[in-house]
């Protein structure tokens, strides 16, 4: 199957400052890459759909401020935690889908202290 | 719209006794169904899915799942699971027709000696 890669699978960052984390498609080329947040013991929440070449589409209540998601190329998807606040600490998951199927990456633990 | 509803948030059992994991959605239109499989702090694995054809559906690692129209069912069985089957399950749909993904609430499975 398709393999996605995040990273980095861990950060720790201090409050009020950028976290970026990284998604790529290794094997095939994604338009569409999606990012999730998952809280402890609860599903995965859609945030946002990253498209390639175009402004990212947020699911309501998702502040696009916050979050910043550049899609630059066919392999690579970028979500940004901007001013990072101890709430923001969550696991974040990106995946992207070929056809009907979707393939995640490994997550991403963020803690903000 | 559509929805998922994994009936069961916690299934304990011991080792070597069967397991089965509740699922049913609703959706307006025909949908593509799957489970798939969170270890701690990982991204999620495909375990198994369902797009056409034969409604039982099996997986590499001992795993079925029975896709029942009638019922809009999609339950996932294990006949003997082991202690490495401890894990979050989680059950998603796609829409045929645009396939955006829907994941339930998860069921966390945990295996005792």
């Known amino acids: 199957g398709a393999v996605v890669s995040q990273h980095p699978s861990r950060v720790i960052c201090k409050s009020g400052t950028s976290v970026k984390i990284e998604c790529r498609s290794l094997?095939?080329?994604?338009?569409?890459m999606f990012w999730y947040r998952q809280f402890p013991k609860q599903s995965l929440m859609l945030m946002a759909t990253s498209n390639e070449g175009s402004k990212a589409t947020y699911e309501q209540g998702v502040e696009k401020d916050k979050f910043l998601i550049n899609h630059a190329s066919l392999t690579l998807s970028t979500l940004t935690v901007t001013s990072a606040h101890p709430e923001d600490s969550s696991f974040y998951i990106c995946s992207a889908r070929v056809s009907y199927e979707a393939f995640f990456g490994q997550g991403t633990r963020l803690t903000v202290v | 719209a559509q929805s998922v509803t994994q009936l069961d948030s916690q299934v304990p059992v011991f080792e070597e006794a069967p397991v089965e994991l509740r699922c049913n959605y609703s959706s307006s239109v025909s949908v593509y169904l799957f489970w798939y499989v969170q270890y701690p702090n990982q991204g999620l694995q495909l375990l198994l899915k369902y797009l056409s054809g034969s409604t039982l559906v099996e997986s590499i690692n001992g795993f079925e799942a029975e896709f029942n129209k009638s019922q809009t069912s999609f339950h996932l069985r294990k006949p003997s699971v082991h202690i490495s089957d401890t894990a979050e399950y989680f059950c998603a749909v796609t829409r045929s027709n645009d396939y955006k993904l829907s994941f339930g609430a998860g069921t966390t499975v945990t295996v005792r000696a």
């Open positions: 094997d095939f080329q994604a338009t569409t």
